[in-house]
């Protein structure tokens, strides 16, 4: 394999994480709106209460991802 389609094959790899990330903010992002509203709602919770929540929880699911990826590496 040449210097090029090294160098090639690497670009195209940091192209599918950065698409991976954008997939996984989306989700994130799905994920907060759907949990803020269900405390909103079924937990009867004030909305700044419930994105409290919301933001809680999304930040444990981001870490567990975070230490994921370091048990790969």
């Known amino acids: 394999m040449s210097h ?10 940091q192209m599918q994480l950065a698409h991976s990330e954008e997939i996984i903010e989306e989700m994130m ?7 803020a509203g ?13 994105e409290a929540l919301a933001k809680a929880e999304m930040e444990s699911h981001l ?11």
């Open 29 to 35: 992002r799905e994920a907060f709106e759907e949990r």
């Open 63 to 73: 870490k567990a991802i975070e230490k994921a990826r370091e048990e790969k590496e």
């Open 38 to 50: 269900i405390c909103e709602f079924d937990g009867q919770q004030t909305r700044p209460e419930a």
């Open 4 to 13: 090029d389609e090294i160098g090639m094959a690497f670009h195209r790899h």
